[in-house]
């Protein structure tokens, strides 16, 4: 059942969203070279708590950290570890996601670790544009499948591929609600969106195919044909105004960190 918030409950929302959001910048201002994955995630914890938020990744379904940090060819639920070093021309996926006051911010980047390739900058932005496109689908009267059209053809104009097999959600008291959002679909198709819906948008773009397996860990998805990948996401409230995003860190109580990448 897709539940639907209200207008205090979608402002409430974006306390949760900005703490996720300020936990990602400054995760992402730490990505350089020689940095292990699990300093990231101690980095994202402290400041989620802090502020009295509670990491949402952490033991859900029993994931072991409180960010995802998916390198290169893996695309989502990279695990954080001692051992994972970055290095230079990496690109690196940050997922947060904050529980405050019993609501959930979620949201994701793919940032720049030292100077990327010139096909891994292209494919980066390309998906970070699909993000943004899909937003402005993210209207009362449209549909799902407008929001996953709008990624599609722009990630595939640009030849790169569309993962089928992980989409977005709604997002509320829980991380994962009803409805699934996915990357693809067709104009005028799928559940028609209302006002006071809440979903996490998130293109999920690969350089070649979209074919994707699980690692042994059976967490960390890569893609089949060792090509890299990007996500962006954010939590978007469906509004009579027009979509809103609560993942901003201009919302909430705390100072936002300045250098975010891309």
Not at 56 to 85: L, M, Q, R, T, W
Not at 132 to 157: F, S, W
Not at 221 to 238: F, L, M, S, W
Request: aromatic share 6%; hydrophobic share 35%; net charge negative.
């Amino acid at each position: 059942m897709i539940k639907i918030k209200r207008p205090e409950e979608i402002e409430q929302m974006k306390n949760a969203g900005a703490l996720s959001k300020t936990a990602l910048r400054r995760v992402g201002a730490r990505i350089v070279p020689g940095v292990s994955t699990l300093e990231l995630d101690r980095v994202a914890e402290g400041i989620i708590r802090m502020h009295g938020g509670v990491p949402a990744f952490k033991g859900y379904g029993g994931f072991p950290a409180s960010i995802c940090c998916s390198i290169n060819d893996e695309i989502v639920h990279g695990i954080p570890s001692a051992d994972v070093i970055l290095k230079d021309g990496d690109i690196v996926s940050i997922d947060t996601g904050a529980v405050l006051n019993g609501w959930v911010g979620d949201n994701a980047w793919t940032f720049y670790c030292g100077t990327p390739t010139p096909s891994h900058k292209e494919l980066c932005e390309v998906t970070r544009d699909c993000l943004k496109l899909a937003i402005k689908q993210a209207v009362p009267g449209n549909r799902l499948g407008d929001i996953g059209h709008a990624v599609q053809e722009h990630a595939e104009r640009h030849g790169f591929g569309v993962i089928r097999d992980y989409v977005g959600h709604g997002v509320g008291h829980e991380m994962h609600e009803e409805p699934s959002v996915p990357n693809y679909g067709h104009h005028g198709r799928g559940v028609k969106l209302q006002a006071g819906m809440v979903i996490a948008i998130e293109p999920m773009i690969v350089e070649r195919d979209y074919a994707s397996r699980v690692m042994a860990n059976r967490w960390t998805v890569v893609t089949a044909d060792g090509g890299c990948a990007a996500h962006y996401e954010n939590t978007v409230a469906i509004t009579e105004d027009g979509p809103v995003i609560l993942t901003e860190d201009d919302q909430g109580p705390w100072c936002p960190m300045e250098g975010g990448q891309n």
